[in-house]
Structure formats: C-alpha cells, structure tokens
C-alpha cells in the first residue's frame, strides 16, 4: 500500500499542488504556538512532554483514524487516508515555486529581482552577492527543501508501513521538522519559547533526521557521481554547520562537480529556516552557474524515481510472498 499511497500523492500533488498558505498548515503552525504557551514550562523533563503532545499527539489521532477506515470501511479508504496525508506532508511544490522564480529571475538576466525573490524566500539580508553566489545559495536551500519536504517523508513513512505505522512516521516527522524551526522563532506576541523547549526541539529533530539525511546522501551519491558524492560526504560534510544538513549538501556537491558551502546570508529574526545551510568553507567542484539548476532538478527526480522503484519491488515481493 506505501508504493501507491506514495505514487498517487507525488502524482496529485503535481497536478493540483497545494497552496502554501492553507488552513491546515496555519491550523498546525497555531497548534505548534498554542503547545509551546500552554506547556512550556522551562524545564527539560517539561520540555519533552510539551514536545510529545505537540507532535506525537496529532500523529497517534491520524492513526486512529487509519485503523478506524481500515478495519471499519476497509483498506481502500484507507489507502485514500494515506495518499491525503502524504499530499499534506510531502511533496516538491510545498517549495518548488521559489527555486522556479528565482530560475526564471536568473535566465532572464534580471539578478536583482532574483536577490529579492531569494530575501523573501528565506527571509534572508542577501545584499549584492554576485550571480554565483545567487545561485549557490538557491541550491542549498533547494536541496534542503528537498530532503525535508520529500525525501525525510519518504523515508519515515515507507520504514514504519512495514509494520502498519506509515502515517505516523510521515506525520511525526513533517511535525517534529515544523516545531524545532517555530519554536526558534518569536511568537506572535513577541514571546520566545524557553530553552529547554528549543533544545529538546532541537535534539528530536537531529535524532529524527540523522537517518533519512543519509539515505538522501546515499540516493544522490547512487544516481550521481558515486565515489566523488562519497568523497565530499566524508571530507567536507564538516564545511557545514548542521551534521545531517552537511551529509546531504557534500554528497550533493560531489554528486554534480559543483562548489557549495561558504559564507551564510544574514538571517533575519523571522528566519524561514532552521539555521543558513552555508558554513565556513566551500567544497571543490566547478563554480555554481544556472545551467547547474538542470542538473539538480535531475538529481532529485533520478533519486525519486530510484526510492520508489525500490519500494515498488519490495511491495511485490511481499504481495508474491
């Protein structure tokens, strides 16, 4: 059932993609901002607690409801569940409309709207970095978006429905991904959630993520350059300031030929992401040019493609077996 869930979702989501401003998504940036007011406490034990209710709590309910249509209504309206969870928590459009913009900016020679379509992306002081630099960065935080948006949802849902939990790991993992970065961020009201909370928000995220960061690192490196993906992967991840973010970017960089990593944008107090996905330093390869954007939209489908047909054989050898 993963294969098809997966499949029709990626397939809906092209044809009728979802707008980013939608009632679900500000009902859970709400839920997000109501758990950490209501609950947090500024301690640590607190903190968990608040995290569990946050994000476990809206997961365990989409379980309820699966089973509820699977063994009330049975599996097809349970399939029709999933692929409608998977279309909220997984998909390329959820960002893709940014990377177009600014790919179009950049084609027709207009840079300086490419920078502030790249500020309003990221909520980022871009300033007048160069053409090159335009383009490093789109990269990054495209391939990031990727991994989190596609990829990290992939992944959690296809290992849990080996044991019937798929929408709890798609779930969980879109939520978790969601409450680290809000919680990073001052609320409406100016409030910021405590420490302890964006620690413990922190830390299940790493630990979340650290996986699924390398089975994408992995399927870049298989469907790329693989002994150059590998190389980066182990020499240069370190370039980067987040672990499981710097995996994904060097295995990307060895994968096309191409620099990454480098001085961060400044981030402003509403910052969309996590943290700049840039570090210090830049690994080798050929300097980023526009005409690397092709190559990094086929390096994500080839990977997409190669997942699922993975999935689609272990779908038939269990259906054969």
């Known amino acids: 059932m993963s294969f098809f869930a997966i ?11 979802l707008n980013p401003v939608n009632v679900i998504y500000t009902t859970m940036n709400r839920w997000i901002a109501w758990g950490a007011r209501t609950f947090d406490a500024g301690v640590q034990h607190q903190a968990w607690i608040t995290w569990g209710i946050t994000v476990v709590g809206p997961a365990l309910l989409t379980m309820v409801v699966h ?55 990221q909520q980022v002081q871009v300033g007048q970095i ?24 992939f992944f959690w849902y296809t290992a849990l429905s080996i044991v019937g939990l798929g929408p709890l790991g798609a779930v969980v993992y879109r939520l978790t991904e969601l409450a680290q970065r809000r919680w990073q961020e001052p ?9 302890a909370l964006r620690s413990v928000a922190s830390r299940a995220w790493l630990a979340l993520d650290w996986l699924p960061s390398r089975m994408t690192a992995l399927g870049f490196a298989i469907v790329g350059s693989f002994e150059d993906a590998m190389d980066g992967w182990r020499n240069h ?11 994904i970017l060097a295995a990307t960089a060895g994968a096309i030929n191409i620099r990454l990593g480098g001085a961060p944008l400044q981030a402003t107090q509403q910052d969309e992401e996590a943290v700049p996905p840039s570090g210090g330093s830049s690994t080798p390869g050929r300097t980023p040019e526009v ?10 489908w080839r990977t997409v493609i190669m ?12 259906l054969l077996g």
């Open 237 to 247: 991840a370190q370039n980067f300031p987040e672990d499981n973010d710097g995996v």
């Open 307 to 318: 997942w699922l047909v993975l999935v689609a054989l272990l779908t038939m050898a269990n």
């Open 187 to 195: 609320a409406a009201d100016g409030a910021l959630a405590s420490e």
């Open 67 to 121: 089973w509820s249509l699977e063994w009330g209504l049975g599996w097809l309206f349970a399939v029709v569940w999933n692929v409608a969870l998977l279309y909220l928590t997984l998909g390329f459009r959820q960002f893709s409309h940014h990377f177009t913009a600014i790919r179009e900016a950049l084609e027709n020679g207009d840079e300086n709207q490419a920078r502030e379509k790249l500020a309003e992306w």
């Open 7 to 17: 499949l029709l979702a990626l397939v809906l989501e092209q044809a009728r993609p």
């Open 291 to 300: 005409a690397h954007f092709a190559q990094v939209v086929g390096l994500v």
């Open 130 to 153: 160069p053409r090159s630099e335009i383009v490093r960065h789109v990269i990054e935080y495209s391939m990031i978006a990727a991994h989190r948006h596609v990829f990290g949802v």
